[in-house]
């Protein structure tokens, strides 16, 4: 009973051990990953248009949810970067932004991609991303860095414009660059400056001043609170918003709102595929930050129970006027840096929300969206790795295809297009390179009882004995293609009586490729040419008792390839030397 | 040169070794096919909802092209039933039948589907066609069978009506069988007991009155021939369509005219897909044939060389105010047993039926077009086989819901949406089910150096070491399956200080399971585990070679798993029995 209830709560497997020691681990972590989430989350509300309460309060919700239903102890959820472009395209395609449809569908969408991940999981339909290549993940996320990198070039430059691809968002930028205003490129390019300096130079820096590694790592996470502060003590000391700084504004005070997703049919139509596509995304990219985090401490995860853990936060969000929320991976290495034992460091990062939302709010006021949009662009910039490009190409050129695409199609044509394209090509790809299978004319090694490619060695082989064998599992898309190579060597050597198929390689035949065989067998019949197959596996021998083709078959299947042409080829060939090679090959 | 020109024109093969012999077979059987071939025409002309000329139109200039540039010797085309359907339901679409822009739009149709076939065979895409499923094929031609005769059974009845799906049918039929013509009635359930009398008892009778097998067969497919005589005659005997009986009517007399296929762009938008699912789906039903055909002469075709010859054919058709053609399996298998020994039987029968063009057609002005619907009844029901259903669930789950899905939808939504829904959902499935590889943890057998699967097998394991059997080729919708196996495995048996992954049939790995295994290797790493491989096939290293995964392996790659025991478990576990199960295992 605790048991299977502990499947769906594992917080009664961690809750019954917890011990002072967690508590104090889990509190000083709840500290840190509180103090980083705040510019976080204010950073990722601004990247999918949304106010930037949003994404506070979408920390709040979703965390504790989390931390009751996740089987990731570490984890620590939020709004993140692809999420929250994701969001962006797909909300700014049923409102504009700014409107409160626009805040409204955002809810919609969480609460959507909530429901599919708690289906998905209680359905155990996690192994569904694995459709989801790797070449179509990483083109897709460095293609989501650049867009949302170049996409908060204008809040740097302090200018209009907008755009969902990437020569959209050019265009717009090269004619608004004249009105760029000077005081918010300051800001905007003093803040990168600084956070990219920091991100590589800080941490030794601290090392050198004698602070531990881990702190020493923690400190250096601190950097975008730093530029928040300073920007923002700036623009209120100065005066600089009435030079034309766009600031974050008045944000309301106190804690989230309890909201009801709106659900009309035209609404969940428009939004369901995009929903579907956040929800699958954010699975995968959460639960390969769970697994990296959980490998460290040699624990595992449960991705069906991930599923539920996202969707309850998914749906918290949506009910507490958050946004599509996943594990992201930075909040998530910091609290497991900062110590983090159990889900309730995520609890507690909750409250310290929480607090921040009902007194801290004020303090922001001032927070000019250029300091936001720098600590996005250096955040995403790590994402970008064109390097999977010359990977892909170096391992294999459909890998490359697939890459290539998802990174050409995100950034010309959408998020959207970018990731199904991708998906369907990887797909066809895979059947197309299964659809040519290896297939080697086979003989024997001298003096052992091996076979072996008879165009890479030296080997005996009989003209009235034809033996191939199968690099690949059988199935619709390649059973032809056996079909037509065998037919072609027996029409061209007439002295060809015995074909046999060795099946050492071959873990599964599907039905397309029976009636193949089946067809294989009548045609050789009809040459009058007998058919054998050996070394079938237990499996597919256990299946193909269930059809006629054993029955059929002119010839036996053989244990062993060595039986075969023992049986085979003294018998028929008598007079004929067993050391010819076949004519022309 | 002349073997290139060759490949585009057989002729220049055949033809320079054409002898008296072959001339006087090759008559025989076009006299023979076009006795044959004139109430087939007209029947599926009807079927098509053409005029009957175009039947007949469309096995003059398309044979002709077929005998220039196809590569089988006896394969011939024309309009065949299942193509006549899917004529029928795509052009249905854009046009009344009956009206000039439906005839209009089957040219089109021939037309685009011509292209299609024409491109495929120049870029040699024949292998496109195996993605349709043998499961796809027999269900949706079965389910097609049931279809064609359903819709005929009007013509019997003598009312009028419709309906593209079965529901449609049945119903149009329940509602118009209160006007049932008697006459028609007779006449029509007259020919069809005699045709499926003398398809069934003919042949027989023949021989015992002592004609030879091959004569007797072909004589006993002449039943259609005589059903027309008699019945025309009985009509125009007893002015039997001045009660009612719905007759072919006035067909023009002379040769084929000159058409110019309308492409406007709607219509070609309107039915490009049609045409591609009609190209590839009488490209696989006329490829099958001709091969079944050339078996039995110890030739073989060439599948590209096939599209260009069925593309010059329903281009030709397009031209000279035909239909949809392909290599039809009735009229090729009589053409071979009648003799045929070279496609120039093929152009004798284009000759033929052009002067039954020119002459005979006053003569079935008086044919009924319920003895036609009974041609085509008796045709197709050999066509309908269920037990496919019954076959498909003995092999296999996977392959019944292909076939299921594929007849379901043909009945009841309709040709296009069957054939689609059985491609997706074959492909799904094989996606499905390579997603779940069987993976299997082996051990020694003692005495030997084979290593069998320890739940089946009495064998020899070592609590430091666990090694793993992958039965299937890894890619990306199954490496992450993988990883997740080992590492519940080393997690749950924090004895393991190894694991050996034996890829004996792995045939490849795609980059996808390359980064599954890479961050498998570096999360062994985090818990003290060393990753090895062995067996790994040479195109499978080969591939590894490209990429860093057996740089950063923490183990090594063994050529056998004897090997890798053999070096692994002595050193490590000296202490240990070597002879202890993994626990709970």
Chains 1, 2 share one sequence.
């Not at 897709?140 to 907008?162: D, E, K, P």
């Not at 969707?311 to 909040?331: E, H």
């Not at 006629?548 to 023992?566: E, F, K, N």
Request: hydrophobic fraction near 50%; aromatic fraction near 6%.
């Amino acid at each position: 009973m605790r048991a299977s209830l502990s499947r769906y709560l594992p917080i009664l497997d961690w809750g019954r051990h917890y011990t002072r020691a967690s508590l104090h681990s889990d509190l000083l972590a709840a500290v840190i990953v509180t103090i980083m989430l705040i510019p976080q989350s204010l950073a990722y509300a601004m990247l999918a248009g949304l106010p930037p309460e949003a994404g506070i309060y979408a920390s709040i919700a979703p965390i504790l949810l989390y931390a009751l239903f996740g089987s990731s102890r570490a984890l620590a959820v939020g709004p993140v970067a692809v999420v929250s472009l994701m969001t962006a395209a797909a909300v700014g395609q049923v409102a504009a932004q700014g409107t409160a449809g626009y805040a409204a569908a955002a809810l919609t969408l969480a609460g959507l991609s909530g429901g599919i991940l708690l289906l998905m999981g209680v359905f155990r339909l996690g192994f569904l991303a694995n459709f989801l290549s790797h070449p179509v993940i990483a083109g897709f996320i460095t293609a989501s860095g650049i867009l949302i990198a170049v996409s908060q070039l204008r809040h740097i430059l302090g200018i209009g414009g907008g755009g969902d691809t990437l020569p959209q968002m050019l265009t717009s930028l090269a004619r608004g660059v004249g009105q760029t205003n000077p005081v918010t490129l300051a800001i905007g390019a003093g803040a990168l400056v600084f956070l990219f300096w920091q991100r590589r130079r800080l941490k030794p820096l601290l090392r050198r001043m004698g602070l531990s590694e881990n702190a020493a790592t923690i400190a250096s996470r601190a950097g975008p609170v730093a530029a928040v502060l300073v920007t923002t003590l700036l623009v209120w000391g100065l005066g600089l918003d009435r030079h034309g700084v766009s600031i974050v504004g008045a944000v309301p005070q106190g804690l989230p709102p309890l909201t009801m997703p709106a659900l009309s049919p035209e609404l969940v139509r428009a939004l369901l595929v995009p929903a579907l596509l956040i929800s699958v995304i954010g699975f995968v990219e959460s639960v390969s930050v769970a697994q990296t985090l959980a490998a460290k401490r040699r624990q595992r995860i449960n991705p069906d129970q991930e599923l539920i853990g996202l969707g309850a936060a998914n749906l918290g969000a949506a009910f507490t006027a958050g946004m599509p929320v996943t594990g992201g991976f930075a909040r998530s290495v910091v609290n497991q840096d900062a110590g983090a034992e159990t889900p309730a460091a995520g609890a507690f990062t909750a409250i310290g929300l929480g607090l921040a939302a009902l007194a801290l709010t004020p303090l922001i006021h001032y927070l000019p969206t250029a300091t936001l949009a720098a600590t996005i662009i250096v955040a995403v910039l790590s994402l970008v790795d064109l390097s999977i490009l010359r990977h892909a190409w170096a391992y294999s050129r459909a890998d490359f295809a697939a890459v290539a695409a998802t990174i050409g199609l995100t950034l010309l044509i959408g998020v959207e297009a970018g990731v199904s394209a991708g998906v369907i090509l990887s797909v066809a790809l895979h059947l197309w390179n299964t659809s040519r299978p290896h297939i080697a004319e086979v003989g024997l090694v001298p003096g052992t009882q091996h076979f072996r490619n008879i165009l890479r060695h030296e080997v005996l082989t009989d003209p009235c004995l034809l033996t191939i064998r199968v690099d690949e599992s059988l199935y619709f898309a390649n059973a032809r293609m056996l079909e037509d190579r065998v037919l072609d060597r027996v029409t061209e050597t007439p002295s060809i009586r015995h074909v046999v198929l060795m099946f050492s390689a071959v873990n599964s035949v599907d039905l397309s490729a029976v009636d193949s065989l089946q067809a294989l067998n009548a045609r050789l019949r009809d040459m009058d040419v007998t058919l054998h197959l050996s070394e079938v596996k237990g499996p597919v021998m256990d299946r193909l008792r269930r059809c006629h083709l054993l029955h059929d078959l002119t010839g036996r299947v053989y244990l062993s390839q060595w039986d075969a042409i023992a049986a085979l080829t003294p018998a028929l060939c008598a007079g004929a030397p067993a050391a010819s090679p076949p004519a022309g090959r």
